[in-house]
């Protein structure tokens, strides 16, 4: 079991910026990690990935060249740097975690977080 616990959402201004956190903690920290997010009346959107060694990472087009996934093993944490921000990018944002390689669909994650919201205002 894996448990993940994000922090790091709150209100910013667009083009403003915010870097989220996503603890994890249980077994051993061998997982590749994901943030998906969801906005009032859509679809979970997922956005970024990375692999357990942090050599290979994932963006959707809508966060590419905006957003930056990265990990610290020994610090069982996974961080998703947001720059730009639009309000667009307003959303509850979610943290996950699968055993094995890495993918890029919410369906492949096992584990999920409470989540955390992130709001941009115009």
């Known amino acids: 079991q894996v448990q993940l616990v994000e922090s790091g959402g709150g209100l910013v201004q667009a083009g403003g910026s915010l870097r989220l956190s996503c603890a994890a903690s249980?077994?051993?920290?061998?997982?590749?990690m994901g943030w998906s997010r969801q906005a009032p009346g859509k679809e979970r959107e997922f956005v970024a990935a990375i692999s357990w060694s942090g050599g290979a990472q994932y963006y959707a087009d809508s966060v590419k060249g905006r957003f930056t996934i990265s990990r610290d093993n020994a610090k069982n944490t996974v961080y998703l740097e947001m720059n730009s921000l639009k309000p667009e990018d307003t959303a509850v944002y979610y943290c996950?975690?699968?055993?094995?390689?890495?993918?890029?669909?919410?369906?492949?994650?096992?584990?999920w977080g409470q989540g955390t919201q992130v709001t941009v205002s115009s």
């Open positions: 996950a975690a699968r055993e094995g390689a890495m993918k890029t669909a919410s369906s492949w994650y096992d584990y």
């Open positions: 249980g077994r051993t920290f061998t997982y590749a």
